[in-house]
């Protein structure tokens, strides 16, 4: 089967950098997804990592360890902005479907 | 460029009653997915379409849900009859190939 794992909430300060670590373990794993979301809103896409390494992309950069099973998310300069929740999921299987995480709730503080 | 949108953005509904879910996905993209996230669960996969077809409904929960995509372009999920467990928040997401998939605001569904 598959199965994600990712820490239920985080605080962080304003400034700061914060890591948010995914592990998973599934079969036909084709590469992995950091989504944000915001209460109420759509999961907004953030980083794609198909290959060992990373990948930055302005404040956000984002590990992956195939044979690890493991992934990371890294917010740099945080903003209360940042405050919300951080999906991790896996593209699995020949339709590319998404297997999430339950999710990081992020709190930034001032 | 508009992004995948659905409607209604909320729906409350009565046990055994029927609901329609619209999904519009971005212009050109042939992969549409929807998904669903009940309370306090991750949220996890329905089923996919390529243009007018289904390639995976493997996590359709039962035969009370009915999806659709006639003409490759919008698609629709139905739930007939509505039950308690059926609550929850519907996404659609659609993509132009196998990378980034767009996700639309989602339907809040209560069944009542």
């Known amino acids: 089967g598959q199965n994600i794992d990712q820490p239920t909430e985080m605080t962080a300060t304003e400034g700061a950098i914060v890591q948010i670590n995914c592990t998973y373990q599934?079969?036909?794993?084709?590469?992995l997804f950091w989504y944000q979301q915001h209460a109420g809103e759509a999961p907004t896409f953030l980083s794609y990592?198909?290959?060992?390494g990373l990948e930055e992309k302005g404040r956000f950069s984002s590990f992956l360890s195939r044979s690890k099973g493991y992934s990371y998310l890294l917010l740099k300069e945080l903003q209360m902005k940042d405050s919300a929740s951080y999906l991790c999921?896996?593209?699995?299987?020949?339709?590319?479907?998404?297997?999430f995480g339950t999710g990081t709730l992020l709190a930034v503080q001032p | 460029e508009a992004g995948v949108t659905q409607f209604p953005s909320h729906s409350v509904i009565e046990k055994g009653q029927t609901v329609t879910l619209r999904c519009d996905p971005i212009?050109?993209?042939?992969?549409l997915y929807w998904y669903r996230r009940v309370m306090g669960k991750e949220i996890k996969f329905l089923l996919h379409?390529?243009?007018?077809?289904?390639?995976?409904e493997s996590g359709m929960p039962n035969n009370r849900f009915l999806a659709e995509r006639t003409g490759g372009t919008y698609s629709t999920l139905k739930v007939q009859p509505a039950e308690l467990e059926d609550s929850g928040v519907y996404f659609c997401?659609?993509?132009?190939?196998?990378?980034?998939?767009?996700f639309g605001p989602g339907t809040r569904l209560t069944v009542t």
């Open positions: 997401a659609s993509s132009p190939s196998s990378g980034e998939q767009y």
């Open positions: 599934t079969s036909g794993f084709n590469g």
């Open positions: 990592n198909v290959l060992d």
């Open positions: 999921a896996v593209s699995w299987g020949a339709t590319n479907k998404l297997i």
């Open positions: 212009s050109g993209h042939d992969n």
């Open positions: 379409f390529v243009k007018e077809s289904k390639q995976d």
